[in-house]
């Protein structure tokens, strides 16, 4: 059955379903599938908002960018704004559904854009089901307004776009965000690698260190106010914070060792990382108040990369100990787990599939791990469940490495080479392995992580 | 096969280092020497010593086109083989001619890794070479270790022959080389 057979029927049997008095009105409205197998995008118009105030451009731009979220998931087919038919649409007023419908639209913004006295900007929009003939309320509201500074209208537009998301798909928002990741440039020989950042949609790349030192594999705070990284800085390779507010750099803990590895854990108290030392390495967690570490491996392997579930009760790693590097699990308290293949251990090994697994990320939602896999001379990016079954591989490259999640659990960004010799740059995939991008930074990139939301 | 690339690569990795750092040698200019354009240039050339016959005893050229400072490993592997430690016999007896001397042993990784593991890989290279220095004898005291994982390629290709020049230990003289 076509997308649109589907949605008619949806329709008619809500109708129905409504007429017999058997559900409430509500869950007849515009529903964006994010997991539906034949997938076609849900075309949705969002025409330019209504000025008050002098300052059209900013408008405008916010409302490109509202658009241009939404068209980079993949979910929504934007429509173009020159085959709309209503021209006089009101945020107080109704719009006239059968306009929309002949151009198939589903889902219509309406939006108004005002300069207050005070220098402040406002953005009110409105959700329109056009085949449901209804305003879609959000959070309970008609609609929302959205104030702030003139200088800060991209996190106003994203933030809009993060609204029409969740409404539409019932997925947590992820726009208003950032990316951080290294910068790269120079001959390979030779690389300068700088700490950088920028907003999810590529906008407002800064560099947040000189070049002066290597640095690798930032990633973010809980509170996307700090980034954890590793610097050679001193020659001595080992794990900082970065402060984002204050461009403050510190050294983290007193290990006689190379740190490196880092990753903050989910209440952001403390950070996981990987201390090498006479040729082993093992995970450490270091209370960032006490500044005191436990050790929670203690195996002549190599154990490194990592990562925290959501409630904090088990760490997955990447270990060497069953001969080629392999992803396990273990508990924050080091008792032993009930293992997926039987048994019981102190780490579980989850991937059993041929070749070489690392840089094990936990889903924010919890249920998966994101992994790189190596095999039969490609990369990829891919998924498992933390039972070890269900793995997909999303992405397969000359090199595709270190996934993050977005913070809806929904996206994953990584880097790739697409060729030998191919400089790396940033991508992002759709949990479903639809969508593969390109996220355009200034110079080659890598080592992408996804901050949580901004406040 | 695996020794016969290391050889090869090791020899290309020297005939490269070479060019970069020394001036070229003099039959080098020679076959552009005709040309007036080039002359000049043979005149400068003409003017440095030979090389081979410069090397101060001690020195970090010493070191370097005497004795050896990288050992190259096997895939995924650590494991020092008879040539890797045929230099590093070498290395130690240099070391103990010249005590004062400190060394710094980089690890390395090819790029055909993840960031993290191959970073932990380096550093379980330059502590493999480090203890075999020091079972011969070189106090651990003189000896540093850092790993660059995949960060520091010596050869910037995507091939197996570069991949096995940038899987090294590299001993490198910190301080204390006559100059």
């Known amino acids: ?455 | 096969m695996h020794t016969f690339l290391k050889v090869t690569a090791a020899a290309a990795l020297l005939a490269t280092g070479a060019c970069a750092s020394k001036p070229k040698p003099v039959e080098e200019a020679a076959p552009v020497a005709e040309t007036p354009v080039v002359k000049e240039e043979v005149k400068t050339v003409d003017t440095t010593p030979v090389v081979t016959s410069s090397i101060a005893p001690g020195s970090l050229e010493d070191f370097r086109v005497n004795v050896g400072e990288r050992v190259y490993f096997d895939l995924d592997q650590y494991r020092l083989d008879t040539e890797d430690q045929d230099i590093l016999k070498r290395q130690a007896a240099w070391l103990a001619s010249y005590p004062n001397i400190r060394i710094l042993i980089a690890g390395n990784a090819d790029e055909r890794g993840t960031r993290e593991y191959n970073l932990a890989l380096g550093e379980r290279r330059a502590n493999a070479v480090k203890e075999y220095l020091v079972s011969l004898g070189v106090a651990a005291s003189r000896v540093d270790t850092v790993s660059y994982g995949k960060e520091r390629p010596v050869v910037a290709g995507s091939d197996d022959q570069s991949w096995a020049l940038n899987r090294n230990g590299w001993t490198q003289i910190v301080s204390g080389a006559t100059s």
């Open chain 1, 1 to 455: 059955m076509t997308h649109r057979a589907t949605h008619y029927l949806r329709r008619f049997l809500a109708v129905a379903l409504i007429a017999l008095g058997l559900v409430a009105p509500a869950s007849a409205q515009l529903r964006v599938r994010v997991d539906q197998g034949n997938f076609t995008p849900t075309p949705i118009a969002i025409p330019d908002f209504q000025v008050t105030g002098a300052n059209s451009d900013l408008a405008k731009q916010i409302v490109e960018v509202v658009r241009a979220d939404l068209a980079s998931t993949g979910l929504f087919d934007l429509q173009n704004p020159a085959s709309f038919i209503q021209r006089d649409l009101s945020i107080n007023a109704e719009p006239r559904f059968a306009d929309w419908k002949i151009i198939r639209t589903e889902g219509l913004v309406v939006g108004t854009f005002e300069e207050l006295p005070d220098g402040k900007v406002a953005v009110s929009f409105r959700l329109w089901d056009i085949y449901g003939g209804e305003l879609m309320r959000i959070n309970g509201e008609p609609g929302r307004r959205l104030t702030t500074t003139p200088e800060n209208w991209r996190r106003i537009a994203h933030k809009i776009a993060d609204s029409i998301y969740t409404r539409l798909t019932g997925e947590d928002p992820y726009f208003d965000t950032r990316i951080v990741y290294i910068a790269e440039t120079g001959p390979k020989t030779e690389r300068v690698k700088r700490l950088a950042i920028m907003d999810s949609d590529g906008a407002n790349q800064q560099y947040l260190t000189s070049g002066r030192s290597t640095v690798l594999t930032p990633r973010f705070s809980p509170s996307a106010q700090e980034i954890t990284y590793m610097s050679y800085e001193g020659g001595k390779p080992r794990v900082y914070l970065f402060n984002i507010e204050t461009g403050r750099q510190e050294l983290l803990g007193n290990f006689p060792g190379m740190t490196f590895s880092p990753r903050f854990t989910r209440d952001g108290q403390s950070v996981l990382l990987s201390q090498a030392q006479r040729g082993n390495t093992d995970i450490y967690i270091m209370n960032l108040r006490t500044r005191e570490s436990d050790r929670l491996t203690d195996h002549p392997s190599i154990d490194t990369s990592p990562s925290m579930s959501p409630d904090g009760k088990s760490v997955v790693f990447n270990s060497d100990r069953g001969g080629t590097p392999q992803l396990y699990i273990m508990n924050t308290d080091k008792s032993k787990r009930t293992c997926p293949g039987g048994g019981s251990d102190v780490a579980c090994r989850i991937t059993f599939g041929k070749g070489r697994y690392s840089t094990p990320v936990w889903s924010p939602r919890g249920d998966l791990i994101a992994f790189t896999k190596q095999e039969g001379g490609k990369f990829y990016v891919g998924v498992i469940g933390i039972d070890g079954k269900g793995e997909r591989l999303l992405t397969e490259a000359y090199l595709d490495e270190g996934p993050d999640w977005s913070p809806n659990g929904r996206v994953i960004v990584y880097f790739r080479e697409a060729r030998p010799g191919a400089s790396p740059q940033l991508f992002s995939v759709d949990l479903s392995g639809r969508n593969e991008r390109r996220l355009v930074t200034q110079t080659d990139a890598s080592d992408p992580a996804w901050s949580p939301l901004l406040q």
